[in-house]
């Protein structure tokens, strides 16, 4: 059973830093492509970032994000990572994750349960 788990979230003032995890079990994590996506308070799915399979090598990010947050992934440890510095009150979303079926073209196939993100003063 693929299983995502989004944890890391949190409330953050302006301008701050948060982190956030995806732990992945449940298939060949180093075979998919992952990819970041954000709901915001009464707006829909919004794409964050996609990185590709096996080392990542290609990353791609929505303008909205672009130089300030960065998307890694650690295949030893089936975990993807959201590094998001200098935060904004826009960035307040229920963060999560996907998995591809495969590679970035793929759509996304499995969803975690999310990760609250509240940037507020």
């Known amino acids: 059973e693929v299983q995502l788990v989004e944890s890391g979230g949190g409330l953050v003032q302006p301008g701050g830093s948060l982190r956030l995890s995806c732990a992945a079990s449940?298939?060949?994590?180093?075979?998919?492509?992952m990819a970041w996506v954000r709901q915001a308070p009464g707006k829909g799915l919004e794409w964050v970032s996609t990185?590709?399979?096996?080392?990542?090598?290609?990353?791609r990010y929505a303008d909205s994000v672009q130089g300030r947050f960065t998307i890694t992934r650690d295949n030893g440890k089936n975990t993807l990572y959201l590094q998001m510095n200098t935060l904004k009150p826009e960035d307040t979303a229920v963060y999560y994750c996907?998995?591809?079926?495969?590679?970035?073209?793929?759509?996304?196939?499995?969803w975690g349960q999310g990760t609250q993100v509240t940037v507020s003063s």
């Open positions: 996907a998995k591809k079926a495969q590679s970035m073209s793929y759509s996304n196939d499995a």
């Open positions: 449940g298939f060949t994590f180093n075979d998919c492509a």
């Open positions: 990185q590709s399979n096996g080392n990542g090598g290609t990353t």
